[in-house]
């Protein structure tokens, strides 16, 4: 069912085996390259109806993920501060200029797309951060009291029950400059899994959502969540959270709500109702002999948790970022102990949540991980969109 997958891996295992054998990595080129011209094209994915996993996972293509993966990085080239770095964040033009190139492909696959305005305040942060270093302290600092208008960016597909909604969701602000892995690599997964379902029609609506202002607190998913009716909030069926996908030393984990720090303060059929959408990317998983694993600290800190707290369900996937990797991990993912992306191995605490290194760029990403992350959202993605929701949201 997921032989394409299964390739992969296997040229992933002999690309390690072979490091130092220049003969034997080059037959493997070869071989990927062979089973590559073997796959449809990226027009013709976008203009079919892949409503089959098979379908689908086929057109979930790594040239198209680091294409687009690479345009975030041109935008923030194109868009440098006063400093001489390029910034994705909330609030500069490369957060805007983001926007506006999804909003663009968006449109032209057809989904009716919405920009959601609203205020934002550093001094406003809140939910749950995903690190709480002295550096991002003192990030946080140096930003404090910058505000301006913020975007969340929202589009919907023509197909499906609009009574029955899965939202799939990703931010696409920075923190500290470009913001690749964290999370153009997460705004890249759903982007390709949109592209490639434009055409294909569903027993669910899918929504498609790039949240601003996450890394200050996920103040898009909080403004989003808050803004909605009873009758909306009911019509929500499920949300899946892609943050972070491409990790090079990465672990493979699920954003099970369970784990959240915050869980006490869900509503009861949270944590229930959540255990269908994990099970998917298990499954996933399980199919093709990775081992996934829940996060230990749950959805805390990404967008999924502002859905918890207004009792809509969900799941998500994170390869991880930042340090430090331990032996357990190194035993079930292998790699190496210490930093999960940046110098690897090394144990400064990775690139994407620290000021002042300017790291976290297209080479802090890996593209068969990106691409193994992906699939699997896919595959959770089409399943949830299909699947029939028995219960309501209170």
């Not at 969540?225 to 892609?242: E, G, N, V, W, Y």
């Amino acid at each position: 069912m997921f032989a394409s997958i299964s390739t992969r891996l296997k040229y992933l295992a002999l690309s390690v085996a072979c490091l130092v054998v220049a003969i034997c990595v080059l037959r493997t080129s070869l071989l990927a390259q062979a089973h590559a011209e073997t796959l449809p094209s990226n027009q013709a994915c976008q203009a079919r109806v892949n409503g089959t996993p098979e379908k689908l996972l086929e057109c979930i293509q790594p040239s198209s993920l680091w294409n687009h993966l690479a345009h975030f990085q041109k935008i923030a080239d194109q868009n440098k501060g006063s400093d001489g770095h390029g910034y994705r964040d909330t609030g500069t033009p490369g957060y805007k200029a983001s926007v506006d190139y999804v909003a663009g492909l968006m449109r032209q696959a057809g989904y009716h797309v919405t920009i959601q305005q609203y205020q934002y305040s550093v001094s406003q942060v809140g939910g749950t951060p995903k690190f709480s270093s002295p550096d991002q302290s003192r990030a946080l600092t140096r930003l404090s009291g910058q505000s301006g208008v913020d975007y969340n960016l929202i589009a919907e597909s023509p197909f499906g029950d609009p009574k029955h909604v899965v939202v799939v969701e990703a931010h696409l602000d920075s923190i500290f400059g470009a913001g690749m892995l964290d999370n153009a690599s997460g705004s890249t997964t759903i982007l390709e899994i949109a592209l490639n379902m434009a055409k294909t029609p569903t027993h669910n609506q899918l929504r498609y959502i790039w949240f601003g202002g996450e890394e200050l607190g996920l103040l898009g998913s909080a403004y989003y969540t808050s803004q909605l009716t009873q009758a909306q909030r009911k019509r929500i069926a499920f949300d899946i959270d892609m943050d972070v996908t491409a990790t090079p030393n990465f672990d493979m984990w699920i954003a099970d709500p369970a784990f959240a720090y915050n869980v006490n303060q869900f509503p009861p059929n949270v944590v229930p109702q959540s255990k269908i959408g994990n099970q998917f990317f298990k499954d996933f998983f399980n199919s093709i002999g990775v081992v996934s694993q829940s996060s230990t600290f749950g959805n805390s800190g990404t967008d999924s948790n502002s859905f918890s707290l207004i009792g809509i369900p969900n799941s998500g996937i994170l390869t991880r970022q930042d340090c430090c990797k331990e032996q357990s991990e190194v035993d079930i993912w292998g790699g190496f102990l210490g930093n999960y992306e940046g110098t690897v191995p090394g144990d400064d605490g990775g690139c994407a949540d620290y000021p002042e290194r300017w790291c976290d760029n297209l080479p802090n990403n890996d593209p068969f991980v990106l691409g193994l992350a992906s699939k699997a959202s896919a595959y959770v993605t089409l399943k949830l969109a299909n699947h029939v929701f028995k219960t309501e949201q209170p």
